[in-house]
DNA sequence: GCGGCGAATGTTATATTATAACATATCCAT
DNA sequence: ATGGATATGTTATAATATAACATTCGCCGC
């Protein structure tokens, strides 16, 4: 679904906009956080929290292993502050393609080649806003997961 | 959410649907499928694997302890024919309020207590499948979970 | 009835995901 | 430099889920 010409770029780009944020907020962006925001931008699909922690230790020896809790407290510090989503029919995490401007967000999640493609829609937001309004509820939380199969590995091969 | 003067009828209710269900699609609704979903039914809110193990380990005595693989095929069995559904934000299972007219359905969650209402929305299907089309994505499954707090939480207590 | 086949369940073990609880280190304002 | 808040280290374990193989059950044709 993305076609970066340079990955690289992708990542310096994330990393360098929650810099900037965590900056303006006063929030800590620390040597583990940076890391971990890194890996979770491996690529464009959700990545599991183990394989965070796996790929951490194989990157620092210098740091001792690192430990499960370690990779949670990074991974709950950028979910909150919006740098990274939960994917939760993954049990997995993706970066914020855009954690500035943010309402709620949905995901278009490749079955296929594993990326997801964060949207927001005015449409779908409405149309929640409308069904929360009509059964008296006050909505807090949104999570909308759409599984399926990209243009791109549609066209690529026959499914 | 749910007003039910009787929940036994809910859950009867529950239990008769499925056995014709299964009947007309000539599957085995099995003794423990039975009581798995009558578990899965004890109240209107999704409940864990595990407290449906638990609860059958109390249950019923003259089967040896029940294990974690009989319960998730259990769970198995009913999900992919339509009779409980899982909430992945939750990591819990709650059962189908409507398992024969079935479309994309999606859940309003109150996180006060506890109980998940099964909706079906046109204006919500009928977004996510533009948003598909304009992304060129061919959408299989749709997680859309709404959690907040129900009018009745709101009614009776200061949030 | 009975023999055989596929579906369901039993059983053991373990994989995967996540957090509790407490100790230590680091940051930074004063 | 020191104290309080924040972050990380460390140990242990909780919670969720599945792999793999053995056994039993239900049904169908004979």
């Given at each position: 679904m993305y076609n970066c010409t340079s990955h690289k770029d992708c990542i310096a780009d994330a990393l360098h906009q929650a810099e900037e944020i965590c900056a303006a907020r006063h929030l800590r962006f620390t040597e583990i956080r940076?890391?971990?925001?890194?890996?979770?931008?491996?690529?464009?699909g959700p990545v599991k929290a183990y394989?965070?922690?796996d790929r951490l230790d194989g990157l620092d020896h210098r740091i001792a292993a690192i430990k499960p809790p370690t990779v949670?407290?990074?991974?709950?510090?950028?979910?909150?502050?919006?740098?990274v989503h939960k994917i939760n029919s993954l049990?997995?995490?993706?970066?914020?393609?855009h954690?500035?401007?943010?309402?709620?967000?949905?995901f278009l999640i490749c079955s296929d080649c594993g990326e997801a493609k964060e949207c927001c829609n005015p449409d779908i937001i409405e149309a929640i806003s409308k069904t929360s309004q009509r059964n008296e509820f006050q909505a807090e939380h949104v999570t909308l997961e759409i599984t399926?199969?990209?243009?791109?590995?549609?066209?690529?091969?026959?499914s």
């Amino acid at each position: 679904m993305y076609n970066c010409t340079s990955h690289k770029d992708c990542i310096a780009d994330a990393l360098h906009q929650a810099e900037e944020i965590c900056a303006a907020r006063h929030l800590r962006f620390t040597e583990i956080r940076r890391k971990v925001l890194e890996l979770v931008w491996q690529n464009h699909g959700p990545v599991k929290a183990y394989d965070i922690l796996d790929r951490l230790d194989g990157l620092d020896h210098r740091i001792a292993a690192i430990k499960p809790p370690t990779v949670y407290r990074a991974l709950d510090f950028l979910t909150e502050n919006g740098l990274v989503h939960k994917i939760n029919s993954l049990n997995a995490f993706v970066g914020c393609s855009h954690p500035l401007r943010h309402k709620e967000c949905y995901f278009l999640i490749c079955s296929d080649c594993g990326e997801a493609k964060e949207c927001c829609n005015p449409d779908i937001i409405e149309a929640i806003s409308k069904t929360s309004q009509r059964n008296e509820f006050q909505a807090e939380h949104v999570t909308l997961e759409i599984t399926g199969e990209c243009s791109d590995c549609r066209g690529s091969a026959a499914s």
